[in-house]
């Protein structure tokens, strides 16, 4: 069984357009994340929830807004979209902070804005 | 500055020989400390993590920590072609934030 599952795997869109990547986890973690690698494999954090609750909000535009029915699923929302935005996006999940605290990724989607 | 930098490299290493990566961090009060390896097209995974001022060891792998210097570092001895991958240093800040670095590009020449 897939631990965090993204879908889909890939998206090719053109700009303008509006997409979403759906998120899920079976791990029964608390926390999930949205996080953006670049084409430099720098992996930047987007977006944090803790039971549904919103508790990290980067620099993001407003154009992307992530929404979580329930803490099993955090889904991203990306409206007119841009050749910037054009990157890997990873989900990940995490039990409550402690020290510890290991983030299970999911396996990525790799958006392409033409 | 950057919270989390790293030299992005390429590092290559020969077959068997220690491979060592580092990452220094900006903010003196974060606690956590975690290596993530990630291959070409795929996920980053987890390979150590560090709370402690020191060495932990895990098979292959010293992850070393030094808090007062703020710099963190990661070990691979008896490096293997299969090590070659990019090597990911994240340090936990505040409400569950894990910030990465830019990762470490690591090669292992057979």
């Known amino acids: 069984d897939t631990a965090v599952s993204q879908t889909p795997k890939y998206l090719v869109t053109q700009m303008g357009n509006d997409k979403s990547i759906k998120c899920e986890q079976n791990?029964?973690?608390?926390?999930m994340y949205w996080y953006k690698q670049d084409s430099k494999k720098f992996l930047k954090i987007m977006f944090s929830?803790?039971?549904?609750?919103?508790?990290i909000n980067e620099t993001v535009p407003n154009r992307f807004s992530p929404k979580s029915p329930d803490k099993a699923h955090l889904n991203l929302h990306i409206n007119s979209l841009e050749l910037g935005d054009s990157a890997v996006y990873f989900c990940?999940?995490?039990?409550?902070?402690?020290?510890?605290?290991?983030?299970?990724f999911g396996q990525g989607t790799r958006l392409t804005v033409v | 500055q950057k919270e989390v930098e790293q030299n992005s490299g390429p590092l290559s290493v020969p077959e068997g020989a220690i491979a060592s990566l580092n990452c220094t961090y900006s903010?003196?009060?974060?606690?956590?400390f975690f290596w993530y390896r990630q291959y070409s097209g795929k996920s980053p995974e987890l390979i150590m993590f560090?709370?402690?001022?020191g060495d932990k060891e895990d098979g292959r792998f010293t992850a070393q920590l030094n808090k007062a210097s703020q710099y963190v570092s990661l070990l691979i001895r008896d490096s293997q072609p299969s090590d070659s991958a990019t090597y990911l240093c994240a340090v936990v800040k505040g409400a569950q934030k894990l910030v990465f670095g830019q990762g470490t590009r690591l090669t292992i020449n057979p």
């Open positions: 929830y803790n039971n549904k609750e919103l508790i």
């Open positions: 903010d003196r009060g974060s606690q956590s």
């Open positions: 560090i709370y402690s001022n």
């Open positions: 791990l029964g973690h608390d926390t």
């Open positions: 990940a999940s995490s039990r409550r902070q402690n020290l510890n605290t290991e983030a299970f």
